[in-house]
């Protein structure tokens, strides 16, 4: 199934059950699960599917161990839970993580303290096949992360997590699956007003990014699923009672790639100010994050801060020695959304989703899902879903607790390697670029390959630094809503994310190839690589600090 860009115009004489506006991860999730019990779903998007705060995290799933502290055993259970859910049903983009807390200096107490919370994690995490806990001693912690500070190490913990290393694709295969049972998802479309209808809202109406052209959807419910935007998509209501408080508060979180640093995730207190932050292995690199300060700025112009970073690169330095500001490749920058508006302790505001029924403020017809964590994203989804199936009186029952994503149809991991390998030696394709799209696609990596059988070029490898391969541009433009650069290089594929090169090695022949699909002229090749670079070098959210440099007027 070649997923086109849905039509607005044909939609405007439509009424769907739900209007979803935003494509991360919840509004995909959302759609999903929705579309699953037979409701018709549209999702507007006013970027890329992901582009958001989706593909800015440490992209760990986990129960959240810190949590403990504040007794909160509840959200502990159920993200443990959802965990193991994600393990099962995407392996492919989901794998477990072993994690280490170091010990440093005397702190009998803390250690007791520490061990304490850790059986309680192990307990709440009962049956997620993941083993538990265990002390190491300082050789053993040595031996497997040689780079930390030997000086005062007494020993560790090691328990264990998960990390979705490509969380871009796991928001795509949540919208892979809507569509596949009949939502209607479209990106580079922006809501701007909410229809109403004697006080209910009714509909949106959406406007077309690069055409301008508006259109009127009518829905029965519309879902706020906009993160950082959720306020102001509250505020196109216009309802004079609407609440003084802000609906959201959001936290900037940064985090630096650096080269290999770590084997394990490593869980790290900083010493200024006592927070948690991680070392984390990721993709052959390594990720160090995050930071939790108030943001109040513009959402499109977030970006990362030299003193968030100077913070982390302070911190990262007392546990390994030999990192420093010069080993920093690359940052990022997100918004966390909260639905915590109280002004105190970042870190200490409550992770808890809140999903919200705007009839009590006199908006019927509209709901919003604020905060909320990666890991549960599936549960509050399902919630979310819950309340609209009421509103919509509708029955119907959630079908995705043990439900695989697209990429994952019940194969082994290791089958699913040693079968991408041959496949792809049998198309002339290495067997390392074979593994690479089967740890992208999943069972879909046959796409791809076939793609690449029918032309020699889709089998040319985009650049050195990488075993992608040129029919991926081909399958995102076709299969996977690509419409930008920055759609391929940053959340199909991830090349832009990663050194050496951050992708900018790759641009030039990704852009003619997307140019072929798209019919795109010398001059819209030349804004997009532009555009494209502006975003990368220039003070955007993502910004490249040791790759190779591309002037905007080449």
């Given at each position: 199934m070649i997923n086109e860009r849905a039509d607005l115009s044909a939609l405007e004489g439509e009424t769907f059950d739900l209007a979803v506006v935003g494509g991360g991860i919840m509004g995909t999730g959302i759609a999903r699960d929705a579309s699953l019990r037979g409701l018709r779903v549209l999702l507007v998007e006013k970027e890329d599917f992901g582009s958001g705060t989706s593909s800015r995290t440490s992209r760990l799933i986990h129960g959240g161990l810190r949590y403990l502290a504040h007794l909160d055993f509840k959200i502990v259970r159920d993200d443990l839970r959802e965990r193991t859910r994600l393990l099962r049903n995407a392996p492919h983009l989901v794998s477990p993580l072993p994690c280490l807390i170091p010990i440093y200096g005397h702190g009998v107490l803390d250690r007791i303290?520490?061990?304490?919370?850790?059986?309680?994690?192990?307990?709440?995490?009962?049956?997620?096949?993941?083993?538990?806990?265990?002390?190491l001693g300082c050789n053993e912690i040595l031996d497997s992360e040689p780079g930390l500070n030997p000086k005062g190490l007494r020993g560790g913990f090691l328990f264990y997590d998960a990390q979705a290393p490509r969380v871009e694709r796991l928001c795509l295969e949540n919208a892979l699956d809507a569509v596949g049972n009949g939502a209607a998802l479209v990106n580079y479309t922006s809501a701007i007003g909410l229809i109403r209808e004697k006080g209910r809202v009714v509909g949106l109406e959406v406007e077309d990014v690069a055409t301008t052209k508006r259109h009127q959807i009518s829905a029965r419910l519309v879902v706020n699923a906009a993160g950082p935007w959720a306020g102001l998509l509250r505020d196109l209501a216009g309802e004079k009672s609407a609440p003084s408080a802000p609906m959201v508060r959001t936290t900037r979180g940064v985090?630096?790639?650096?080269?290999?640093?770590?084997?394990?995730?490593?869980?790290?207190?900083?010493?200024?100010?006592?927070?948690?932050?991680?070392?984390?292995?990721?993709?052959?690199?390594?990720?160090?994050?995050?930071?939790?300060?108030?943001?109040?700025?513009?959402?499109?112009?977030?970006?990362?801060?030299?003193?968030?970073?100077?913070?982390?690169?302070?911190?990262?330095?007392?546990?390994?020695?030999?990192?420093?500001?010069?080993?920093?490749?690359?940052?990022?920058?997100?918004?966390?959304?909260?639905?915590?508006?109280?002004?105190?302790?970042?870190?200490?505001?409550?992770?808890?989703?809140?999903?919200?029924?705007?009839?009590?403020?006199?908006?019927?017809?509209?709901?919003?899902?604020?905060?909320?964590?990666?890991?549960?994203?599936?549960?509050?989804?399902?919630?979310?879903?819950?309340?609209?199936?009421?509103?919509?009186?509708?029955?119907?029952?959630?079908?995705?607790?043990?439900?695989?994503?697209?990429?994952?149809?019940?194969?082994?991991?290791?089958?699913?390697?040693?079968?991408?390998?041959?496949?792809?030696?049998?198309?002339?394709?290495?067997?390392?670029?074979?593994?690479?799209?089967a740890q992208l696609y999943g069972n879909r990596y046959r796409e791809v390959l076939a793609m690449a059988g029918e032309n020699p070029r889709g089998r040319t490898v985009l650049c050195p630094h990488t075993p992608a391969i040129m029919a991926q541009v081909r399958h995102a433009v076709n299969h996977e809503w690509a419409r930008t650069p920055a759609d391929f290089l940053l959340r199909r594929t991830l090349l832009g994310l990663t050194p050496p090169c951050f992708g900018l090695d790759a641009l030039s022949i990704v852009i003619d190839e997307m140019g072929r699909c798209l019919g795109w002229s010398a001059e819209d090749k030349r804004k997009q690589k532009n555009t494209y670079l502006s975003n990368v070098n220039h003070g955007g959210w993502l910004q490249v600090r040791n790759g190779p440099k591309i002037s905007t007027n080449d």
């Open positions: 303290i520490l061990r304490a919370g850790l059986v309680i994690y192990d307990l709440l995490a009962w049956g997620s096949g993941l083993p538990r806990h265990k002390w985090h630096v790639i650096v080269n290999k640093s770590c084997s394990n995730g490593i869980v790290l207190t900083a010493r200024t100010d006592g927070r948690i932050f991680f070392v984390l292995p990721w993709l052959g690199y390594s990720l160090i994050g995050t930071t939790d300060v108030d943001y109040s700025g513009d959402p499109e112009h977030i970006q990362p801060d030299t003193e968030d970073v100077s913070y982390l690169m302070d911190e990262v330095k007392r546990f390994f020695p030999s990192l420093g500001d010069n080993n920093v490749l690359g940052t990022y920058a997100g918004l966390r959304t909260l639905s915590d508006s109280h002004r105190g302790k970042e870190s200490d505001a409550s992770r808890r989703p809140k999903i919200i029924d705007h009839s009590a403020e006199g908006v019927p017809g509209l709901i919003s899902i604020v905060g909320g964590k990666l890991t549960a994203y599936r549960q509050i989804s399902q919630a979310a879903t819950d309340l609209a199936c009421s509103l919509l009186d509708v029955q119907r029952m959630c079908l995705t607790l043990d439900r695989p994503l697209p990429g994952f149809l019940g194969t082994e991991l290791s089958s699913l390697l040693d079968g991408s390998r041959e496949l792809a030696d049998s198309y002339g394709i290495s067997k390392a670029s074979g593994e690479y799209l």
